[in-house]
C-alpha cells in the first residue's frame, strides 16, 4: 500500500519533518508534499529576514523529512495571508517597501531552486478572506511574477485561493497562460469540488482534503485530475489541525468500503496523478 499526501507542513516547533515523515511512513506513505509556513510560525520576526530564515528552516525541514525514508518534494513561498499582514500592519503607504521586500525574498527562493534545496513554490496566491483591495492586487502582482519564475526554472506552484469556482480558476487561468507556464506545473491547493471541476475542465490539477466524504464526491463526478492532501499544519497549539497524515489513509479505506473497490486501486488514482504532476517514479 503506497499512500501520499499532496500537501502539509511541518515545524521545528511541532513535531518536526522527520518525525511526520517516520509516522507517515508507518501506514505505507511514500511521498508527501512539505510546504513552507509564514514565519511567525516559526516565532520568526517578519520582513525580509524572518522570510529568509522561514526559507531556510523549511529546507532543514525538507531535508529531515527526507532522511526518514520518504520521497518529499520541498516548496517554499509568501503565504498571501502574510503580504495581507504586512499591507495591513505597515500601511498602505508602504506598499513599494513590502513590494521591494517580497522581491528580494523571491529572489532567495529562485537561489534556492537554482541549487537544488527545493523543488517548487508555495503557497501563493490570494487571501480567501474579505481583506484590502490593494492586498488583494498585490498578491496578484506576486503569483504572475511567480508564474514566470515558475516557467525559468521549470518549476511547480501551490496556490492558495478563494473558492469562487468558475471565477477562481478562470483568473488564475489568465495569469498562467500570460506566462506561458505549463498547466501542470500549477497546483490548486485545498480546493473545493467546485473549483476542482473547473480546474480539471481547463487542464489543471487541485489537491483536496483527504476526508472521505470528500473523497467519496470526487469519485462520484468522476473528477481525475485530484490529488489528496492532509494540509496539517504542525502547530503544537492545536494538535491535528487540519488533519493528521496517518489519518489519510483510514479515510481512504473508508471510501474504498462503501463504494466496493479495492482501497489498492483507490490509493492507486493518487499515486499516479503525483508521478505524473511531480515527474516522479513511486
Not at 241 to 256: F, G, H, I, S, T
Not at 259 to 269: E, F, M, N, V, Y
Amino acid at each position: 500500500m503506497k499512500v501520499v499526501d499532496g500537501h502539509l507542513h511541518s515545524s521545528p516547533k511541532g513535531l518536526g519533518g522527520y518525525a511526520i515523515a517516520t509516522k507517515f511512513k508507518d501506514v505505507g506513505g511514500v511521498f508527501m508534499v512539505l510546504v513552507s509556513l509564514p514565519p511567525n510560525h516559526y516565532g520568526l520576526p517578519g520582513g525580509l529576514e524572518g522570510l529568509i530564515k522561514s526559507f531556510d528552516l523549511h529546507v532543514r525541514e525538507c531535508k529531515a523529512a527526507s532522511e526518514a525514508g520518504v520521497l518529499v518534494v520541498c516548496l517554499a513561498g509568501i503565504h498571501p495571508s502574510y503580504v495581507d499582514s504586512l499591507v495591513k500592519d505597515l500601511g498602505l503607504h508602504r506598499i513599494d517597501e513590502i513590494l521591494h521586500v517580497i522581491e528580494n525574498a523571491l529572489k532567495h527562493l529562485i537561489t534556492l531552486r537554482r541549487e537544488g534545496f527545493i523543488q517548487g513554490f508555495g503557497e501563493f496566491g490570494r487571501p480567501h478572506y474579505k481583506t484590502l483591495p490593494e492586498s488583494l492586487v498585490l498578491n496578484e502582482l506576486i503569483m504572475s511574477e511567480v508564474f514566470e519564475i515558475a516557467r525559468d526554472t521549470d518549476s511547480i506552484v501551490h496556490l492558495h485561493l478563494e473558492q469562487a469556482g468558475i471565477a477562481t480558476v478562470k483568473t488564475v487561468d489568465a495569469y498562467v497562460r500570460s506566462a506561458n507556464l505549463p498547466k501542470k506545473r500549477v497546483v490548486f491547493h485545498h480546493a473545493s469540488i467546485n473549483v476542482v471541476r473547473y480546474a480539471e475542465e481547463l487542464g489543471y490539477y487541485s489537491t483536496i482534503l483527504g476526508r472521505e466524504e470528500l473523497i467519496a464526491k470526487a469519485l462520484s463526478l468522476n473528477l481525475k485530475n485530484v490529488l489528496i492532501e492532509s494540509d496539517y499544519i504542525d502547530d503544537p497549539g492545536r494538535p491535528g489541525v487540519v488533519m493528521y497524515p496517518w489519518e489519510l489513509v483510514k479515510e481512504v479505506e473508508e471510501v474504498a468500503r462503501k463504494k466496493a473497490i479495492p482501497t489498492q486501486d483507490l490509493l492507486s488514482r493518487f499515486l499516479e496523478n503525483v508521478k505524473y504532476v511531480y515527474d516522479v517514479d513511486l
